[in-house]
């Protein structure tokens, strides 16, 4: 196992030189980087970690914050596994670890975020969840402790870097083409109508029906574990003659699918649907959805590095990064045009 000075000399560059490579820093090009990391890869060298600890006073380990599991469709949910592997990847490559945090009511979540920083066993956090007056999300900003937000904040906006998809723009792009197939009656379907991304898109979409001079209507709730919202959903389906349905995401636009086939109403040929995501599920059963695809392993490794800028102090202000999206059209959007003609 080599030193700092037999890699320095393998690499042909200072000692110092491996020393600012091992705490990535800015002021080393890239190549100079590359070259660093291939001596340390032929000499077999493996970083002091608790030396770095105490010169960095970094512990090279990130949290990251799940939302809280308060239904099965959450637990389901291919994002946040998605978006875990893109954060892990970046992670590994950047010399750090990471750290989940998880459990049922938010309350308990920021006991666990509280613990894990004041243990000492991270340096920051990236939050996979926004939600208003969020006790997380409070104490971090009171504590002066690094995150960022995988989401649009609506609260906190000032105070908080995030990194997100522009779901407003999404919504209303998934207006705008379902109109162009034909469809003026569209309703707006989630599972939560607390989130802020909900909230963003449900936006979106009164924008898009509004700029098309089409009548918007209340969101429709979707909660298979209440009867109520199942008979109103329908209700609301029926009564406004619905043709084409924008959902919050694959998972419940699975299982809507699957509920409407118990009142005969089929997809596409009597309701089409518009999804968020693209995650796995989009393609498994026919008909395939149309969904956003919103650059899940962008998001990751954009919210790492944001993270990261702010743990090394290499970025003190707040920002907003925007990843954009692609709306990939499938099987479960019907042209109503082509079937009027």
Not at 33 to 61: E, F, I, W
Not at 150 to 178: F, H, I, R, S, W
Not at 179 to 196: A, M, P, R, W, Y
């Amino acid at each position: 196992m080599g030193t700092i000075k037999d890699v320095a000399k393998e690499a042909g560059v200072n000692p110092s030189s491996v020393s600012r490579v091992l705490k990535n820093s800015s002021s080393i090009s890239q190549k100079t980087k590359d070259r660093v990391q291939q001596a340390m890869t032929d000499l077999g060298y493996v970083p002091n970690l608790a030396a770095q600890m105490l010169a960095s006073g970094l512990t090279h380990c990130v949290g990251v914050v799940f939302p809280p599991l308060t239904s099965p469709d959450r637990l389901s949910e291919p994002f946040f596994m998605e978006i875990l592997a893109a954060i892990n990847n970046e992670a590994r490559r950047n010399k750090f670890t990471v750290s989940i945090a998880t459990s049922n009511t938010l309350t308990d979540l920021k006991d666990q975020v509280q613990l894990m920083y004041r243990q000492g066993r991270v340096d920051g956090f990236i939050v996979l969840y926004s939600e208003r007056r969020d006790p997380v999300r409070q104490y971090l900003i009171k504590n002066k402790i690094p995150f960022v937000i995988v989401g649009a904040p609506v609260d906190y906006k000032d105070e908080t870097t995030y990194v997100d998809n522009d779901n407003q723009l999404m919504a209303e792009t998934a207006v705008t083409y379902l109109n162009q197939k034909g469809h003026k009656q569209i309703l707006f379907v989630t599972n939560d109508q607390e989130s802020d991304v909900y909230i963003e898109r449900f936006i979106g979409y009164q924008k898009g029906m509004q700029v098309l001079g089409l009548q918007s209507y209340d969101s429709a709730l979707f909660d298979s574990k209440q009867a109520s919202t199942l008979e109103a959903f329908v209700k609301t389906v029926q009564k406004k003659k619905i043709t084409a349905l924008l959902i919050i995401g694959d998972v419940v636009s699975l299982r809507i699918i699957q509920f409407l086939s118990y009142y005969g109403i089929a997809v596409p040929e009597d309701m089409s649907i518009v999804s968020f995501y693209n995650s796995s599920y989009a393609t498994i059963l026919h008909p395939y959805l149309t969904t956003f695809d919103i650059n899940v392993n962008r998001l990751g490794r954009a919210s790492l590095n944001c993270l990261l800028e702010k743990v090394q102090k290499r970025q003190s202000k707040d920002q907003k990064v925007i990843v954009p999206f692609t709306l990939k059209k499938r099987e479960s959007v019907r042209n109503l045009k082509k079937a009027r003609d």
